[in-house]
């Protein structure tokens, strides 16, 4: 074996490393809401200078309960905005507002305060079998009125 041909193969083990790396990295940031025993899917944010998390991992098909929890009064983040759904929600200051719907189709949706100077997004996902299997009520408890 050649020193170049080494060095070649030793790049590409770092640049395969580095690029793992930055996928997990990336990944880790997302946060999961989580599966309860109702048949919802929920999730804190917390609004205080920006969204935290600001990326929300959903599962299409399931009841979600997005409660936000605002723990400033700056003007800007009195409203949150689905532009996507055209849909938005007064968000009271040192209040926690629950925002209920169901992600029906997949993909990733931003959601912004009344400027968009706060990013964030949800991304919804195929739930996994393991999901549903967590979710025996999910299904059933689809009529409800969940805007
Ligand atoms: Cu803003």
Do not use: N, W
Request: some cysteine.
């Amino acid at each position: 074996m050649t020193t170049s041909l080494l060095l070649v193969i030793l790049a590409s083990v770092v640049v395969a490393m580095t690029l793992l790396a930055i996928m997990l990295a990336a990944r880790t940031r997302r946060s999961y809401a989580r599966l309860d025993s109702e048949g919802f899917q929920e999730l804190e944010i917390v609004i205080k200078g920006k969204y935290r998390p600001d990326s929300v991992v959903l599962r299409r098909g399931i009841p979600t309960r997005l409660h936000f929890i605002r723990q400033e009064d700056t003007p800007c983040s009195e409203r949150v905005i689905f532009s996507d759904f055209h849909d938005e929600s007064l968000l009271p200051a040192f209040q926690s507002t629950s925002i209920c719907f169901i992600p029906t189709r997949c993909g990733e949706f931003l959601f912004t305060c009344a400027f968009g100077m706060y990013q964030g997004r949800l991304v919804v996902v195929e739930p996994s079998r393991r999901d549903l299997s967590k979710m025996p009520r999910a299904k059933s408890q689809l009529p409800l009125s969940l805007s």
